[in-house]
């Protein structure tokens, strides 16, 4: 069909409907054309975060509550009792954080977001608040060396660095995309991928949480060194500054350790120690 | 098997974490195919009733939109409402109305088709008596065609509506809180029973959509019942 | 996001996984079709032995979600098989076909492969048992009388007009199992939409990688519609002269 055509079909009439709708629906839908998200969080009263639905100890939906718990919620409950709002989580995959940002879906993205120069120029990023290096969950005993990791199936995350890295290090490795981390960790059961690679940290979070995490081993080794900040919208610079400085404040008032000692601290399921602190140079 | 998970629970599989939450599982499910339902009619039905009245190559346009949404898969239009749209036309459509659009859009579509053959399917006389009544073309369609035509069309209808109870499922992929989204968090932290989570999810489903599958073939068979004893 | 135009590397990505959701969906048409003839016979049997099950396998397949269908086999049946079998089944085989060596498919593609085979051969059994339907008792009474057996009535005058009857629906669910194939992404099947991800993923590219992929999948569905209409014209072309 040509454009004349397309001219012809719609009259002046459907045009001045189509126009009064569009004019509708801009003026129905709110938190478009805005001038600072900050002031706009706080006019709403209310701050989106997404946050993960199924990565113990970030994020997972706990079984008596119902609700989102973890360390990346603890940090985004902080950030929005500093704001005075209330606090709405949207259950988020690893691939759809970027769009979820870039779409205007959601203010943060708490949801162990790997800092990297890529997507920093799709979103503004925070410091970081967390620190992690790629690592594998592989049947005990079957992985004799790194190296045989270049035959194997090896099943990841979609939309996460951790696939473009294990592309780069083991190009022979057969890399199959799951939608989570779970998705992959139950392939791993089945034998339909012989290891999976994700943040260590999110591992051990995951094999805290199998019944016979015995057959399973993280063999000790890291693959790259991440940095996990705090994703928000690009070009919101108050909202980012805002975030830095609850950031360096929770670490300052201590906070921030006492988020960290009530998921991986000595007594939790996954005691691991803290070697990063907020402000820390990378 | 072990199906205690399934009883453990049972209350997010139904109802997500309502009442501390937003609804969610089965019963969103239920909501949003039925919302999704009756959108999808009222759109399967003008756009089928305007299929029959627009002649010429006025139709094309529309024959053009109806075939986009039937040859789209719902998994791409939802991703292109939910998060390309946006950014696009700077529309900012929820995620759950996002679903509804979608569905009923694609629904719709089918449905539309559906209702054109529906009307065609009676004999050319009845436009032409009523027409010669002095009805307008409007009235025809109100008093005489649709009265007539609706009830062949309703299996039609309650096919195209259990396809949006399946079709719901997709929804997981933006995060909608229905029942396979709810099934997949719940597989994913217990982590060792995904046999029977995914058996049970497919038993309420399958409760949902043959109780509907089931009155769609009651209610064809009555209908040829009823043509054969009147003839 | 629009941006230059996707890097070559990316627009191989797309077109390797559009080839596997043509293989994907051809291969499961075939299947389900070869699956759907007999399934729509025994649903149509006078025997209950034959016939209940058919109801039941219909019933079953075509009300539950291909989605949570394909989770099933892929996460759930998987984990009861054999450790040895899913071994097997992962380990990749030489299949020699004469002088022609065909990779052995990822498990992914079987188990994909499996459950839109299933999914749709439920649907395509309807949709036959629809063109049966559409032949008149009048027909089979009249072949009888002609003093052909049970089996000539069927393959002569049952089944011609109900294929000729069944062929639109027959391409529309087709067109369903093209579409439908775009889930096997859910258990990491690198198809068409995924393949869409991982390059909106890497590229941000998002409207590119999404663009690229519908109009994939709308001018494939398109080519298929164009096929029906000429094979439709055909057939009444070739009633026309016989």
Redo the contacts between chains.
Sequence with gaps: ?NRT??AS?MNWKTMKKLTAL?AL??AV?????HADRLEDIKKAGVLRVAAF??N?PFG??D?Q???IEGLDVDYAKALADKLGVKLQL????PA?RV??L????VDLVLANFTITPERAEQVNFSIPYFASGQQFIVKKGTLKSQEDLNGWRVGVDKGTVNEGVLRKKFPGAKVVAY??T??A??AL?NGNVQAITQDGPKLIG?LA????RDKYEVPPFTISNDLIGVGIPKGETALTEFVDKTLLELEANGQAQKIYDSWFGPQTKTPLERLYKIGDKS | MDFTVIR??L??FLL??YP??PLGGAALTLALSVLSGLASAIIGLGLGVALTLIRG??R??LL?VL??F???????LI??A???L????????P?LATVVCALSLIGGAYLAHSVHAGIRSLPEGQWAAARALGMRPGQVLRLVILPQALPIMLPSFLNQW?ALI??T??A????V?EL??V???????V??H??????F??VV??V???SL?LAAGLLARRRSRRRQVSA | ?FGELLAPQYLTWLLDGFLLTLVLSALACLFSTALGFPLCLARLSPRRLWSWPARAYL??F????????L??WY???T??LPEDLVAWLNMPHEVALGPAHLEWPSFEFIAGLWGLTLYTSAFIAEEFRAGVASVRDEQRAAGLALGLKPAQVWRYVILPQALRTALPPLLGQY?NAL??S??A?AIGLAEL?YASRQVETETFK??QA?GI??LL??AT??VI?VIGQMLQQRKRFRRGVI
């Design positions: 069909m055509d397309g079909f569009t629906a801009l839908v709110s938190g478009l054309a639905d199924s113990p997972f939906v079984p509550s119902k609700q949207q259950p988020t995959n759809n769009p979820l870039v779409a205007n879906k939608d989570d779970p998705f960790f139950t059961r995951l949480n199998v019944p016979d | 453990d629970n209350g997010y997500g974490a501390d939450g190559r006025r094309l346009p053009a075939g986009f039937r040859a789209i898969p719902v998994l791409m991703f292109w939910y998060f390309l946006p950014i696009l036309f700077k529309v900012d459509v995620a259990v399946k079709d499922s997709l997981y992929v933006i995060g809180g396979s989204f099934a997949t968090q719940v597989s994913n932290r982590m060792v995904p046999t029977e989570i995914f058996l999810v497919a489903y399958f949902f959509c043959a599958d | 996001m019933m079953v075509r009300t539950t979600p291909l989605l949570i269908q989770f099933f996460f759930g049946v984990s009861l067109m579409k439908n775009s889930l992404m939409s998002t409207f999404f992929a519908t999948y709308i569905i398109a519609e």
